[in-house]
T-cell receptor
């Protein structure tokens, strides 16, 4: 299982774009990159998943370079409510368990 | 929007007692999971369940733990003899388990406190 490394914490201000980078040097061919968000005392919530290049949804964008050894979650114009822990995960296959690391604790300030 | 529900939201028990945590996954999902999160620590996988049997389990999921899908809607986690170190938030999750997106939907959790 590919190990992921991401910053422990980040600070930002309302209205800014936030980019959280995750490294996964040992990612395998069949692995997907997935990001979850967790608010205090709540279950994790799926944000976005991608395999290569760029994926965008209504919440975020995910940038994956050609070698797939890293990925960047981009949150446009964050608000105070985006304060949460963001987890980068490498997922082998649909249905498989999720292996969470420590995540990145994002603090959005006014 | 359908969601995973869990009961109770908070369970307090004495060490050595049995507890059953209950979950109602999203109705058309095929994969079911239990995770736990000790306060201040990361989310840890316990077990996955598919086609009425365990498909994966972690080292944490020892003989004290069991899961069951007693009917078409509920998914339960039983801890036979609770220990102090079982105190944690327990999350149930479900997923379709197919298609390009492997999205697991998590419930709100049950906070288990073992005294």
């Amino acid at each position: 299982l590919a190990k992921t490394t991401q910053p422990i914490s980040m600070d930002s201000y309302e209205g800014q774009e936030v980019n959280i980078t995750c490294s996964h040097n040992n990612i395998a061919t069949n692995d997907y990159i997935t990001w979850y968000q967790q608010f205090p005392s709540q279950g994790p919530r799926f944000i976005i998943q991608g395999y290569k290049t760029k994926v965008t949804n209504e919440v975020a964008s995910l940038f994956i370079p050609a070698d797939r050894k890293s990925s960047t979650l981009s949150l446009p114009r964050v608000s105070l409510s985006d304060t949460a822990v963001y987890y980068c995960l490498v997922v082998f296959n649909a249905g498989n368990m999720l292996t969470f690391g420590g995540g990145t604790r994002l603090m959005v300030k006014p | 929007e359908p969601e995973v529900t869990q009961t109770p939201s908070h369970q307090v028990t004495q060490m050595g007692q049995e507890v059953i945590l209950r979950c109602v996954p999203i109705s058309n999902h095929l994969y079911f999971y239990w995770y736990r999160q000790i306060l201040g620590q990361k989310v840890e996988f316990l077990v996955s369940f598919y086609n009425n049997e365990i498909s994966e389990k972690s080292e944490i999921f020892d003989d004290q733990f069991s899961v069951e899908r007693p009917d078409g809607s509920n998914f339960t986690l039983k801890i036979r003899s609770t220990k102090l170190e079982d105190s944690a938030m327990y999350f149930c999750a479900s997923g379709r388990g197919s298609g390009a997106i492997n999205e697991q939907f998590f419930g709100p959790g049950t906070r288990l406190t073992v005294l």
